[in-house]
């Protein structure tokens, strides 16, 4: 079904899409969750620490990239699950390719930081 909406209502309609989503993870996904209070800390002491506007923003970038890759890999598990639930070679390597995605997002977002915060304490 064609969706219709233009201007402020499709932007409403699509913020609570967005907003449903974000709901959906926090509810159905522990790894969301436990990297979420994870970002929080992270963003938190990002703020506090006494860095330039740049460095501050490639760490908390660094962490919400994590969220975001994690949020992409859970709607691919979602998708997969959907489709069905017996074993297919193609539907484990799209979750294994999904999981490696927010590995590589986390090894990132501490090589940024131990990175940043190393030149900084130095």
């Not at 079904?1 to 907003?19: D, E, L, P």
């Not at 990297?35 to 860095?51: F, K, R, S, T």
């Not at 390597?93 to 900084?120: E, F, N, P, Q």
């Amino acid at each position: 079904m064609a969706n219709n909406t233009t201007g402020i209502t499709r932007i409403i309609k699509a913020a609570g899409y967005s907003w449903k989503g974000l709901r959906a993870a926090w509810i159905n996904e522990a790894a969301f969750r436990q990297e979420g209070v994870a970002a929080v800390i992270a963003i938190i002491i990002a703020c506090w620490l006494d860095v330039d506007p740049i460095t501050r923003i490639l760490l908390i970038s660094s962490v919400v990239l994590v969220m975001i890759v994690e949020i992409l890999n859970s709607a691919i598990e979602a998708l997969v699950d959907r489709v069905g639930t017996e074993y297919h070679e193609l539907s484990g390597r799209a979750k294994d390719m999904g999981s490696a995605a927010v590995l590589i997002a986390i090894i990132l977002a501490v090589a940024t930081w131990a990175t940043l915060l190393w030149s900084h304490l130095r």
